[in-house]
């Protein structure tokens, strides 16, 4: 009887530590939704970062459109429209910017506590101070052996390997790009253009009424055929230019002085 009156507290006490534990494990998983919260702000983010990106080509495009005019006045009110997208731009992808470190250390944290957690309940209730280092290091636990040579030649090996520095792996040399990548440029151009979605910045200062707001989408559909036409103008004179160079390379003349 004295025996097991004596082990009856530990069993519930035991009992007790696990049910609280399994409460505060539980309580942590109904409050940390916090993967659901970062997707939203990340679409929310990339949502807005794209709409400037839509309003600074819309501005580009209509400066690149009114530079052939040589009066200076009608060029600056382009160019200022211009500008402020583009610093509208750069202040919004720094917000994002930091939103997303933000974000992602939250995430990693959770993500973190989330592992020990499902690690912990598969573990018995005396964790090895190894085990968890091994565990948080992201490494195998030591095998332990009676005699201390073998883990004193696992330490050096796992010395040696940390002393030794990583090089970084080889990368190809980057090859010069003839041209640009104007694709989202284009895609921005053209979404603008179909969705209207000038609210943010507006090209024009004068764009309160309902008929100066289909005057600038009609703008932007016009600012959209002009970029493509200048750009199927300029890809096929450069075109027309490469090729004569090789006709004038392979010229029969120019064979002729070469046997001279």
């Not at 690149?64 to 429209?81: C, E, L, M, R, T």
């Not at 202040?91 to 930091?98: A, E, P, V």
């Not at 997303?100 to 989330?114: C, E, K, P, V």
């Amino acid at each position: 009887m004295s025996e097991n009156a004596d082990s009856d507290p530990d069993h519930f006490g035991d009992g007790w530590i696990r049910k609280w534990e399994d409460q505060c494990r539980q309580d942590w998983e109904d409050e940390s939704n916090m993967e659901d919260i970062i997707q939203r702000e990340n679409e929310r983010e990339a949502q807005r970062l794209w709409m400037s990106f839509q309003n600074c080509a819309t501005a580009i495009a209509q400066l690149y459109k009114d530079g052939s005019n040589q009066n200076a006045v009608s060029i600056w009110i382009p160019f200022q429209n211009a500008a402020s997208s583009v610093s509208l731009m750069y202040r919004d992808s720094l917000d994002t910017m930091r939103r997303s470190y933000d974000m992602g250390s939250q995430s990693g944290y959770l993500r973190r506590t989330r592992d020990i957690l499902s690690w912990a309940k598969k573990r018995r209730h005396h964790i090895r101070r190894e085990d968890l280092v091994a565990f948080l290091c992201g490494k195998a636990p030591p095998v332990r052996h009676r005699g201390s040579t073998s883990l004193g030649r696992s330490a050096s090996r796992v010395s040696v390997d940390r002393s030794s520095p990583r090089l970084p792996p080889a990368t190809e040399p980057m090859e010069d790009q003839a041209e640009p990548d104007l694709q989202p440029f284009r895609e921005a151009l053209a979404l603008q253009g179909l969705s209207g979605a000038m609210s943010n910045v507006s090209v024009r200062h004068n764009s309160s009424s309902s008929a100066g707001v289909g005057y600038e989408q009609s703008n932007v559909n016009e600012l959209h055929c002009f970029i493509m036409d200048e750009m199927s103008r300029r890809s096929e004179t450069r075109k027309r230019t490469s090729s004569n160079g090789d006709v004038i390379m392979d010229s029969p003349s120019r064979k002729r002085s070469r046997l001279f």
